[in-house]
């Protein structure tokens, strides 16, 4: 790179008095006594303004000439006019310093006033700027600038490579006979859709066996949109890095892999909290005021063990829609090998085209969503959570035909018919669905395991969990809440409202627990459905006294 080159990029731009250049060197001539005075190795140049709509400020790009290198930074308006932030500059390269910091920022100050910039507007992540989508791909009035370097990496993941009827042979189509590998797929497409069906977001969690291809199935999903190994990263992250994340993809999904690697598997329940929101916290930056972040996608995830094992509560099972005892059948090595050859080499078209496709068409489709919903919900039956997934569930099948229709030509042919068996099974297969209930079982398995913790006849010395006489099984709230943790409110409301429990009055009130005296001491109990303890086959009574 010559300076000629530099030249020409900012040959409009005049240097402000009293300042001047010599030999690509910035001087100022001292007003007091007529001297040249040296100020810096490198002459910068403001040469764009970037407004950014959203978060209501101004970035200017800075360039400069060094080394046979042009430098182009793109820098809030503040690190140009305070002086520990001009001294930051040198971070990226430009010769600031303690020293030259003063005059640098009156030089900065005038030459906005000296020039006229052209102005930009720039925002911070991709996907929906007000009613606007963002893909890189496409033409826009918007520049995107990513906060930081994970988010640039998948801005440049985001690309396109191959045909569209490339990918829907060799990387789709190999995945025709097996729902719960489709599934994933179609959600990343329908990822960019929750916004304008004011969806929640939520987690789609893949977990099964290691080496049966969750990992596989990610980068599929990942290329719809990009190229998978910049698009993926691991779960070994932060949680403020996840919502980053999420809030820089907007709408488009979010794809971690390994919950095993996760810093701290406590957190993961907050995490799928705050996905579940779509908004992170509002946090103040040294770059002015940063908005709230905020994001309407999907969430694709994978691990050993399905995410919800890793909480305790009946909010994250509404957010999560668990695919459980994930395998391919009768797959052979090289089927593998295949698969994560062909999405290195087709991915990215077909996820553009569907947004293409989607503005032209998306009216055909209007009311067939809420067919589906209505379908899944009488399907989920009285499961309260597994009603408030079917609506997404019922949303990904339903863009699984909008997929089968848009690309007909191509040749795309989802089974969808498929799904609804997947749905019927993970009803039934997926316990955690209805975690508060499983809990319970939980609770009632320990006490029956060890039966010391129970006061019968002789009081324990190690701790009363619960007391069983002729009218039953109660379990100590001491006990429950301390089991139970943070999760007790929620969980033992959940118990009443199913009738785990037996309902209470308290001065009008409908609460789980009541006073008994039990061998002359007092204790404040929860009663155990006696009808739950025989339908889960479990019976305390030998100890009836
Ligand atoms: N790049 C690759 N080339 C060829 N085969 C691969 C490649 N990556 C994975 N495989 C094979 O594909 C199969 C599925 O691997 P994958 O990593 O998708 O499984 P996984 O379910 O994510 O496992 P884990 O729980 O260990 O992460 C394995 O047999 C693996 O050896
Ligand atoms: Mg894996």
């Not at 310093?97 to 925002?123: H, T």
């Not at 969806?199 to 719809?224: E, M, N, R, Y």
């Not at 007909?408 to 089974?415: H, M, Q, Y």
Request: hydrophobic share 35%; charged share 25%; glycine share 6%.
């Amino acid at each position: 790179m010559t300076y000629e080159t530099f030249f020409e990029e900012v040959k409009g731009f005049g240097i402000p008095d009293p300042f001047f250049t010599k030999e690509n060197k910035l001087y100022k001539i001292n007003s007091k006594n007529g001297d040249e005075e040296f100020i810096s190795r490198h002459v910068p140049y403001i040469t764009m303004c970037f407004d950014d709509i959203e978060r209501n400020n101004i970035q200017y790009e800075l360039k400069w000439f060094n080394d046979d290198k042009i430098y182009n930074e793109v820098v809030p308006a503040t690190a140009l006019a305070t002086k520990r932030e001009v001294i930051e500059l040198a971070n990226k390269g430009l010769s600031s310093n303690d020293r030259n910091a003063r005059p640098l920022i009156e030089y900065f100050d005038l030459f906005l006033e000296k020039n006229k910039l052209k102005r930009s507007l720039v925002v911070s992540h991709i996907g929906y700027v007000g009613n606007h989508f963002i893909h890189p791909q496409m033409e826009s009035k918007f520049r995107v600038v990513p906060p930081d370097e994970g988010e640039l990496q998948r801005l440049r993941a985001v690309q396109c490579s191959g045909s569209v009827e490339g990918w829907i042979k060799n990387v789709l189509e190999p995945l025709y006979d097996n729902p719960k590998a489709l599934f994933p797929v179609i959600a990343s497409f329908a990822s960019v859709l929750f916004k304008e069906y004011d969806l929640t977001p939520i987690v789609v969690d893949i977990s099964g066996i290691s080496s049966s291809g969750k990992t596989t199935v990610q980068k599929v999903c990942a290329s719809v949109w990009g190229m998978p190994s910049g698009y993926i990263s691991s779960m070994l992250t932060t949680k403020i890095a996840i919502e980053r994340m999420a809030s820089f993809l907007n709408a488009f999904p979010l794809i971690l892999d390994d919950t095993n690697t996760a810093h701290d598997t406590k957190a993961l329940q907050q995490i799928i909290y705050m996905f579940g929101n779509g908004t992170g916290k509002m946090r103040g930056s040294l770059e002015g005021s940063r908005g709230t972040s905020s994001w309407q996608s999907v969430f694709i995830t994978t691990g050993e063990n399905n995410i919800l094992e890793y909480t305790n509560s009946q909010g994250s099972a509404a957010r999560v829609i668990p695919i459980t005892n994930f395998k391919f059948v009768n797959k052979k090595a090289d089927y593998f090998t295949a698969l994560n050859q062909n999405v290195e080499q087709y991915y990215g078209s077909v996820g553009l085209e569907f947004l293409k496709r989607w503005k032209h068409h998306s009216k055909r489709f209007y009311g067939r969503f809420k067919k589906l919903m209505e379908f899944y919900q009488e399907d989920a039956g009285s499961n309260n959570v597994m009603r408030r997934i079917a609506l997404h569930y019922a949303f990904i099948v339903f863009v699984g035909e909008v997929l089968n229709e848009l690309f007909r030509e191509e040749g795309i042919k989802i089974p969808i018919n498929d799904f609804t068996e997947l749905f019927l099974t993970m009803c039934s297969d997926n316990d955690h669905v209805d975690r508060a209930k499983n809990v319970l079982i939980e609770v009632l398995e320990e006490l029956d395991a060890n039966r010391s913790h129970i006061y019968g006849e002789y009081e324990p010395n190690n701790g009363i969990h619960a007391i069983v006489n002729c009218n039953g099984l109660f379990l100590t709230v001491d006990y429950v809440n301390k089991r139970l943790g943070v999760d007790a409110k929620q969980i033992r409301e959940a118990w009443k409202t199913q009738q785990h429990t037996v309902e209470q009055k308290n001065k009008g009130k409908s609460v789980d627990y009541k006073n008994i005296t039990h061998k002359k001491q007092t204790f404040r109990v929860a009663q155990v459905n006696q009808d739950f303890l025989e339908e889960q086959g479990f019976n305390f009574s030998r100890n009836c006294f």
